[in-house]
């Protein structure tokens, strides 16, 4: 029995995923660093922290991560009013207000998450919200969705996570709770 629903942020609830590409790619050109849009795609839901500096590896290439972050976040931020909601989802989080208890458990950072959903009005729709800076492990580790639930006082088993990443994915899996992939809706 449901009584819990969590979702991620970005490209779940908000349409941001090419706009965080698209800062992230501004902010890595300064350092002499290219991101191609399929890698950082296919790591969604795993903290930039994480990404950006193998990234930087890989191209061999040192990388000074907190000036790429601060760049990646103003550019971030100077777009934010073109996000939109993934209306489907939304909706989905509009019709079990107050019916279920409802989270976000996101990859993203404190201020960026709580930016978007307030950019698209939801923002106070959610018992708690699950930053990169809540836990010490990500996706696809589970901790984010296992905070959520704690947080929420519910068992994992008795929650129904909403992704659009495979990390994500395989971290409701790996907290023992049902997911929808919002790809296939």
């Not at 795609?41 to 890989?58: D, F, K, L, M, W």
């Not at 519910?154 to 990390?167: A, L, M, S």
């Not at 994915?169 to 709770?177: C, D, L, N, T």
Request: proline content about 4%; glycine content about 6%.
């Amino acid at each position: 029995m449901i009584q819990a629903l969590i979702f991620d942020c970005d490209g779940t609830l908000v349409d941001s995923m090419f706009a965080h590409y698209s800062s992230w790619r501004k902010a890595l050109m300064t350092q002499g660093i290219t991101l191609d849009e399929q890698y950082f795609y296919r790591h969604s839901g795993t903290p930039s922290s994480r990404v950006i500096p193998r990234v930087a590896a890989e191209q061999g290439k040192e990388i000074d991560f907190q000036q790429a972050l601060s760049d990646k976040e103003k550019h971030f931020l100077e777009s934010i009013e073109l996000l939109k909601r993934i209306p489907h989802v939304v909706e989905i989080a509009e019709s079990h207000r107050g019916k279920l208890k409802l989270a976000v458990a996101s990859g993203g950072t404190r201020n960026l998450v709580h930016r978007q959903l307030q950019q698209i009005e939801v923002m106070d729709w959610f018992e708690t919200i699950v930053t990169c800076e809540d836990t010490e492990y990500h996706k696809p580790d589970p901790h984010v969705f296992l905070e959520a639930a704690d947080r929420l006082q519910v068992k994992p088993e008795h929650c129904r996570v909403y992704e659009d990443g495979e990390p994500g994915i395989e971290a409701a899996r790996r907290a023992g709770m049902e997911c929808v992939d919002i790809r296939t809706m």
